[in-house]
Nanobody, 129 residues
Framework: QVQLVESGGGLVQAGGSLTLSCAAS????????MGWFRQAPGKEREFLAH????????YYADSVKGRFTISRDNAKNTVHLQMNSLKPEDTAVYYC??????????????????????WGQGTQVTVSS
């Protein structure tokens, strides 16, 4: 069992930056791959980024590639999402998720929310224009 708690959300102006963190409980955190998703009102949950168990492999959605960076610290049971050049359309609730699979061979699988086993409660990010 893994429990995930996101933090770091808030209000930021367009062009600004935020770093989200996700703290995980459990001694098996380092064996899980992790993902970040977001959901805006009236829209489906959207994949943003994925990182393998070791941090050696990452995938990004085209919408955030070059602006967002996912990283993890297995010693601290945390995963981060550094977000730069934020846009009003980035406004959403941001979720971290854990998958029992240590890595995915392709980005399509990594982007599928059904392949994740645990979810955090989400943190709100609002980008003002």
């Amino acid at each position: 069992q893994v429990q995930l708690v996101e933090s770091g959300g808030g209000l930021v102006q367009a062009g600004g930056s935020l770093t989200l963190s996700c703290a995980a409980s459990g001694r098996t955190f380092s064996s899980y791959s992790m993902g970040w998703f977001r959901q805006a009102p009236g829209k489906e949950r959207e994949f943003l980024a994925h990182i393998s168990w070791s941090g050696g492999s990452t995938y990004y959605a085209d919408s955030v590639k070059g602006r967002f960076t996912i990283s993890r610290d297995n010693a601290k049971n945390t995963v981060h999402l550094q977000m730069n050049s934020l846009k009003p359309e980035d406004t959403a609730v941001y979720y971290c998720a854990a998958s029992r699979l240590p890595y995915y061979r392709d980005s399509k699988s990594a982007a599928n929310p059904q392949f994740y086993d645990y979810w955090g409660q989400g943190t709100q990010v609002t980008v003002s224009s």
